[in-house]
């Protein structure tokens, strides 16, 4: 059965009751051998996938998760684009491969925790279950390696659009929707001329004086709410904005999203929190590796020396 911890009068589910299923072959396969280290954490957060749509970043994502090892993964809501999904079904390969690693990371030993959030909200009366080895909550608390309390939740519940006019969430949904379109389609001509991803939408938003002004708020109402909690901090998503900042004696995390930043936030085994910017990663990769491309020039020099070396050593042998 499920149980549950209360602070300060909000009841938070703190374990999962277990549902049997059959464990599919594909769990226990190996591994196919990789050509970097694996980055060691102790925790991950990552939200806002919105797996489903074609703004998900599902190559990106699956990138990353095959880059790291964690003790706890969260997944802080909005995971499942359901409301994307009830208009039209949009789900390719890639977005079955996300499932399938996350799957194998809870087979092998990280404890996976999903946070449904709004777009995801039909999982909220599963709360408190065990699927697959991923558990399902509303909110959690996690305690960091150095002693710090922090709520971890989605965040939709601050966001009094979502929470008071839910008909103008559907609509603001449509507009970013088709902002997240435009990405896909401005990194496919990016694509061709060889260039990284960038984010459109991203670019737009922290441009527009009113939503600059609603992340604001956002923050302060999310941080406003962890102290009367009682805690240290709070993880949060929902808004696609990663940051780390302090509002009084409370610390705000945001993990980001993977529709447009593609970020998560990381805990270390000394509890030292960052967060993960992938695709700035991804960006500074590939500019080294084209740095070290070899120069044509200087290759057919090189191709030549040697041909002479093998020639002066031909003839020494004769």
Request: aromatic content about 10%; hydrophobic content about 40%.
């Amino acid at each position: 059965m499920a149980t549950r911890a209360r602070i300060d009068g909000q009841m938070l589910f703190r374990s999962a009751t277990t549902v049997s299923v059959s464990i599919p072959d594909w769990l226990d396969l190996p591994e196919p051998r990789g050509f970097r280290p694996k980055r060691k954490y102790r925790t991950i957060w990552i939200s806002d996938v919105h797996l489903g749509t074609r703004g998900c970043n599902a190559s990106m994502l699956l990138d990353f998760l095959s880059s790291i090892e964690c003790e706890t993964l969260y997944l802080v809501g909005d995971i499942v684009d359901g409301w994307r999904l009830s208009k039209g079904w949009y789900w390719p390969d890639e977005h079955n491969e996300v499932v399938r690693r996350v799957l194998k990371m809870a087979h092998r030993g990280t404890r996976v925790i999903l946070i449904a959030g709004n777009h995801d909200e039909m999982l909220r009366p599963y709360a408190g279950m065990s699927f697959g080895g991923v558990e399902l909550a509303l909110d959690m608390i996690h305690e960091t390696a150095d002693g710090r309390r922090l709520l971890v939740t989605h965040g939709d519940g601050f966001d009094g659009v979502v929470l008071y006019a839910r008909w103008l969430a559907f609509l603001g949904d449509k507009a970013y929707s088709l902002l997240l379109r435009a990405n896909v389609w401005v990194n496919m001509i990016r694509r061709q001329f060889k260039r990284p991803y960038w984010s459109l939408s991203a670019y737009l938003k922290k441009r527009v004086k009113n939503a600059v002004q609603f992340v604001c708020d956002f923050e302060e109402a999310v941080a406003h709410a962890a102290r009367d909690l009682g805690v240290d901090g709070v993880v949060c998503g929902h808004i696609h904005c990663a940051e780390i900042r302090q509002i009084g004696d409370i610390t705000y995390y945001n993990d980001g999203d993977w529709v447009e930043s593609c970020t998560a936030l990381a805990e270390d085994h000394q509890g030292h929190m960052s967060i993960i910017d992938w695709a700035e990663e991804t960006r500074r990769a590939a500019a080294l590796k084209a740095s070290l491309k070899p120069i044509p020039a200087l290759e057919d020099a090189a191709s030549e020396a040697q041909r002479g070396e093998e020639q002066m050593a031909e003839e020494n042998v004769a």
